[in-house]
């Protein structure tokens, strides 16, 4: 099975985990997009009733576009489940997201969700994380100030921009610089220290989060407990 094929696997996997009645985080990016693929599937062909809150503008147009109900976070009062990707999990579940630069929105839902499940291909399992490079989502105003402060701490910091030269811009319509880290040693005390500097909104360490974790083997689905 190629990439694709494993991220369609886990995507049709995680929403076995949806049940009738409940109020669903949905996540973004490839993995998510086959996710939403399913579960408009089931809601078409079972009559499946959820709501859900979407982590980016095009998870919502997907979703809403399959007869999927989406509400913004702010009208609901709780989120029994959030299903997201993720661009490294290493051996203690910790991760790294952001990759699709939604990781603001995507820890908001996420830290207002009862459960969290990610999905995600096995070349996301990592022993340590870092060699993704760790998205920050910043102001823009000031912010070449915030790169050159992330430089000076040795986070070695480059903006992500698109193919014409403009700033990629996030749904709220902040940049992202991304730290090439190589290797996160100390997870916990860099999310410290990012969460200390002004200007950053928000960084895709996802510390102490998920709870349950599917990943694509090519042997089939591997459900993994990482926490209750
Ligand atoms: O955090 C994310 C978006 O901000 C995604 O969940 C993460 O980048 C994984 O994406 P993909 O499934 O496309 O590999």
Redesign the pocket.
């Known amino acids: 099975m190629d990439q694709n094929a494993l991220?369609a696997l886990v995507g049709q996997e995680a929403v076995k985990y949806v049940k009738d009645g409940m109020i669903l985080g949905i996540?973004?990016?490839?993995?998510?997009?086959y996710m939403i693929d399913a579960l408009g599937k089931r809601v078409k062909e079972e009559g499946l009733s959820i709501v859900g809150v979407a982590?980016?503008d095009r998870s919502a147009k997907q979703a809403e576009s399959l007869g999927i109900t989406i509400k913004q976070l702010d009208e609901v009062d709780h989120l029994d489940l959030t299903i997201?990707?993720?661009?490294e999990i290493d051996d203690n579940f910790q991760g790294?997201?952001?990759?699709?630069?939604?990781?603001l929105w995507?820890k908001i839902v996420a830290i207002n969700s009862t459960k969290n499940m990610?999905?995600?291909?096995e070349s996301?399992m990592v022993h340590h994380l870092g060699k993704f490079p760790l998205?920050l989502e910043v102001i823009p105003f000031g912010s070449s100030h915030v790169l050159e402060k992330l430089d000076k701490m040795d986070l070695h910091p480059s903006f992500r921009m698109n193919e014409d030269g403009s700033h990629v811009l996030t749904d709220s319509k902040n940049y992202i610089i991304d730290l090439h880290l190589g290797r996160i040693d100390h997870p916990h005390e860099l999310a410290n220290t990012l969460n200390g500097i002004v200007g950053v909104v928000e960084h895709?360490l996802f510390l102490d989060t998920v709870n349950t974790v599917i990943v694509g083997r090519q042997d089939g689905p591997e459900v993994l407990n990482a926490r209750d």
């Not at 973004?28 to 997009?33: D, E, I, K, L, P």
């Not at 997201?84 to 661009?87: E, F, I, L, R, V």
């Not at 790294?96 to 990781?103: L, Q, R």
């Open positions: 991220k996540g973004t990016g490839s993995t998510v997009r982590t980016s997201d990707g993720a661009d790294i997201k952001g990759g699709g630069a939604a990781h995507e990610w999905i995600v291909d996301k998205p895709g």
